[in-house]
């Protein structure tokens, strides 16, 4: 296990057993590394990926408090974390993505114009390594977004647009903790835009397949 995942995990713990409460503020970031025999790095890793998901609030010159874990405070409509419930239904999603994009991808490389993959282009070229997590996380969006409006099927598009935010918590989440994975999502994007400008939809579908089988196969792992 790495060891924000093993930061993660011992925060996690803390609150479900109930000795971290909805409301309560954290110990300070040297007490609570000694305690959980954690170094402060891992520590300050593990806070930021649990207040990008709303289950801590940190306040500038304050402190660090648990939120109050309400449905509506989380990330986007998606509910309450996953990690913390076991609920394998964004599983089911991740099944039905796997099946629609590859295919919204093969038929994007017909119908997309020259000028619709130039942009796309730009788009991953506008990613690098010193990209924020939360601009990665919103180009990948907005990439998926694009090929499954250029696959040119309205109702193709809509049906994979309501996949996204259900699915959002779980690719942020991979983006965090997993080492190399917002790498290779952006390697994945070049490949799938390559084979998009070469108008080759089969070579555009293994991609895709390879692009989302990848955060399913992580979460699988997770669950």
Known sequence: M????????RIKEMILSG???????????????????????SLREAVKALSLIRVLDVRQGDGTYVTSLRPETLLDTVGFVIDFHRDDSVLHLLEVRRILEPAAT???AHAMSDD?????????DSIDDDTELSDL????????????????N????????????????ARVWRGLTQE?????????????????????PELARAW??????????????VL
């Open 116 to 124: 619709e993959i130039a942009q796309l282009g730009l788009l991953v």
């Open 208 to 221: 895709a397949t390879v692009h989302v089988a990848g955060v399913e196969e992580w979460l699988r792992r």
């Open 137 to 152: 996380i919103a180009a990948d969006l907005e990439f998926h977004r694009r090929i499954a409006v250029g696959s040119g």
């Open 106 to 108: 093969a038929m994007a």
């Open 180 to 200: 190399g994975a917002a790498a290779r999502t952006h390697d994945q994007h070049q490949a799938i835009l390559q084979a998009l400008e070469a108008r080759q």
């Open 19 to 41: 000795e971290l409460r909805p409301g309560d503020r954290l110990p300070k970031e040297a007490d609570l590394a000694e305690r959980l025999g954690l170094s402060r790095n």
């Open 2 to 9: 790495a060891l924000t995942d093993a930061a993660i995990e």
């Open 154 to 169: 309205p109702a193709l598009a809509s049906l994979i647009e309501s996949l996204s935010a259900p699915t959002l918590r």
